[in-house]
């Protein structure tokens, strides 16, 4: 079954410090990876996407992604957090292999920033 | 621009009511989507227009109704609803460009949603 785990329900990180939030899939053929981020009450905000070429991504707002296709994994990374980091971030994953546009969505990480 | 708009922001009716969920886009896009989301939870996907015919419906219930009367407009007309379907109703865009194929490539684009509740 094709499938996204983000491990970690809520993530905290002090401001300043470098956050991680951790993404892996398991999809038949090539993935294509998207990083969302969802703020109280609100839609999902589009940080960044891996398609091909360039393992490390960057996106929106200081965001940047790393593809690791023998970890199956696309780890979202930020070097220094801002409080206004604090949201809701969900990884998906459209299975290019079969090429479908319905995104397998991670069940979200929560990443509370502290001041 | 990237926008998606949607309104209302907030419904609330009762159970034999019909209402209307409204979005609307003006970037181009050829495809457009429904979601319900719960709290704390991944959006689910409802339907899918695809240059404005029905392209996917994840088997909702017939109370859900979508209509797409033109390449920026998307409805999602509600009748006799249950308390279970209060939920954050968001609607997205994508490209879909139709000459490079790249549908499994697009980015969706979001609307803030509307938060329904059910009474």
């Known amino acids: 079954a094709q499938s996204v785990a983000q491990p970690e329900d809520q993530v905290n990180v002090a401001e300043g410090n470098p956050l991680t939030v951790k993404c892996t899939y398991s999809v038949s053929g090539n993935p294509y990876l998207f990083w969302y981020v969802q703020y109280p009450n609100r839609g999902l905000q589009f940080l960044l996407k891996?398609?091909?070429?360039?393992?490390l991504v960057k996106g929106s707002y200081g965001f940047e992604a790393e593809f690791n296709k023998s970890q199956t994994s696309f780890h979202l990374k930020k070097p220094s957090a801002l409080v206004s980091d604090s949201a809701l971030y969900f990884c998906?994953?459209?299975?290019?292999?079969?090429?479908?546009?319905?995104?397998?969505f991670g069940t979200g990480t929560r990443l509370k920033v502290l001041a | 621009d990237t926008e998606v708009t949607q309104t209302p922001k907030h419904l609330v009716m009762g159970m034999t009511n019909k209402k209307s969920l409204k979005c609307e886009q003006h970037m181009g896009h050829r495809a457009m989507y429904w979601y319900k989301q719960k709290a704390k939870k991944p959006p689910e996907l409802m339907f899918v227009y695809s240059y404005e015919k029905l392209s996917i419906n994840e088997s909702v219930p017939s109370r859900f109704s979508p209509e797409c009367p033109n390449s920026s407009l998307l409805n999602l007309h509600l009748h006799a609803l249950q308390p279970e379907d209060s939920a954050l109703y968001l609607c997205?865009?994508?490209?879909?460009?139709?000459?490079?194929?790249?549908?499994?490539?697009?980015?969706?684009?979001f609307g803030p949603g509307t938060r329904l509740t059910v009474l």
């Open positions: 891996y398609i091909t070429g360039d393992n």
């Open positions: 998906a994953v459209t299975p290019g292999a079969s090429g479908t546009y319905k995104y397998i």
């Open positions: 997205a865009s994508s490209p879909r460009d139709r000459v490079l194929w790249t549908q499994a490539t697009d980015t969706q684009y």
